[in-house]
């Protein structure tokens, strides 16, 4: 953000996850502030999460003043939180405007770890056909503020449970490459040393498959995971699954991605999530096979958690146990990378965009 855009024009108030320390600086220096400030800020606001950095000692008493009238308290905040058996804490946060998003603390099976899911957009209008998030429609892009304080909740909900946020992902409510300049202003913040201190290849952003995006993010050089949900080997049973399939074919999305796995010079992970009956049979394996057999790219089967009605009126269900396991062996029996991501917090509203549609009036 730069300084003439402060305070913003639009519907949602600034919070300090706002500002990089440059811009912060260009800020404190407006209001006739050392620009060194912003630095201890920003650290003191990263490792802290409070928004006026009481916590950042020797700020002069007026800067703390004009930061704690000037910035919103924060950019979301904490209005329900779920915890499963297996400590799958899913939080809904509230944002400045009312709206509502999503984020989820995945305990890694390593007791001091954890992973974070987080949201790119509120609501989503992708309409994928098995997915709760979109039932309610899309509302509006997330700010990177709003994607940082997500960040940062879910590191408090690590820290609180004695685990450190290891990994994030880009996996929770929205399209993540359909918001990409705050979703990377945000990467880039959680990737600073002296910001979110996580490494480049702690971070995972998950597209459903929007070339221009793919190839945007390659183009960024970042050295960031990408996954891609693929949920089906042909162009038809997509399409039937994730309606903006029709707009980019598997052929171009797996194009898009060796692009980005060339320059990387690592492996793009597959999202298959496993519908019974729908895209779980042995010829659906051998296809699938077939598209990727000679790409290094990981697979990831995905457990579905059932949503209920679906928008063309179909109750989709996970495949099962056997099913599931005899799609994994003709993949690596095609010498094929394929892991099952285990089934988190089946007992909370565990998929995405549950937890949002079932608290009253989701905005
Ligand atoms: S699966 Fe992801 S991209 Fe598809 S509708 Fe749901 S949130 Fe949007």
Known sequence: MAV???????????ALADFDPAALAQLFAAWGYKPSHAARVLRAFYASG????????????????RMRTGFVPSAATLAVRQIAADGTTKLLL???????????????????????????QVGCALGCDFCATTKTGFKRNLTASEIVEQFLALRREAHAVGRKL???????????????????????????????????????????????????????????????????????TRARLLPMAKHFPIADILAAADRFQAR????????????????DSPEHAHQLAGLLGPRRMHINLLHYNPTGLSLSGIVYQPS?????GAFAAVLRAHRLVAHFRRARGPEIDAACGQLRRRTAAPS
Do not use: K
């Open 50 to 65: 409070d928004r006026v950095t009481s916590t950042a000692p020797g700020l002069p008493r007026g800067l703390v003043e």
């Open 264 to 279: 990387r010079g690592r492996p793009v992970t597959i999202q298959y999530c496993l519908l019974a009956g729908v895209n």
């Open 94 to 120: 509230r944002l400045g405007d009312g709206g509502t998003v999503e984020s989820v603390l995945l305990p890694d099976f390593r007791t001091d770890r954890a992973a974070g899911c987080l949201s790119s």
């Open 166 to 236: 290891q990994t994030i992902v880009f996996m929770g409510m929205g399209e993540p490459l359909l918001n990409l300049g705050p979703v990377l202003a945000a990467v880039r913040r959680l990737a600073d040393n002296s910001l979110g201190a996580l490494g480049w290849r702690q971070i995972t952003v998950s597209t459903v498959g929007i070339v221009p995006g793919m190839d945007a993010l390659t183009d960024t050089g970042l050295n960031i995971h990408l996954a891609v949900s693929l949920h089906a080997p042909d162009d038809a």
């Open 4 to 14: 003439t855009d402060f305070p913003p024009a639009g519907p949602v108030a600034t």
């Open 320 to 324: 099962s146990d056997q099913t599931a």
